[in-house]
Nanobody, 113 residues
């Protein structure tokens, strides 16, 4: 499995971005792809992941602002980010645990105040 994140950039506070994670390979569950981020100087943290029963688990700091979606025809997972804040500045990664850990190359999101 290969994951490729894209869509990052520089945006002003209050703006929006949509990240994409294109997945390739075989025999994996697109729904299991999660998003993490790593702010500068901090540890990697969860943005959103699917938990038991299909429940989506969003990090507290992004609830109500970020939304994950999927296009199975394109094997792509999206992260819609609205009302961005400077503290959302980070490198964003898509991640899949499918027998082993798969990390996509991150995409930088910078939110200016």
């Amino acid at each position: 499995v290969q994951l490729q994140a894209s869509g990052g950039g520089v945006v002003q506070a209050g703006g929006s971005l949509r990240l994409s994670c294109a997945a390739s390979g075989s025999n994996f569950n697109l729904n299991a792809i999660a998003w993490y981020r790593q702010p500068p100087g901090k540890q990697r943290e969860l943005v959103v992941a699917m938990r038991g029963g299909g429940r989506m688990d969003y990090g507290d700091s992004v609830k109500g602002r970020f939304t994950i979606s999927r296009d199975s025809a394109k094997n792509t997972v999206y992260l819609q980010m609205n009302n961005l804040k400077p503290e959302d500045t980070a490198v964003y990664y898509c991640y899949l645990n499918w027998g082993m850990d798969y990390w996509g190359k991150g995409t930088q999101v910078t939110v200016s105040s």
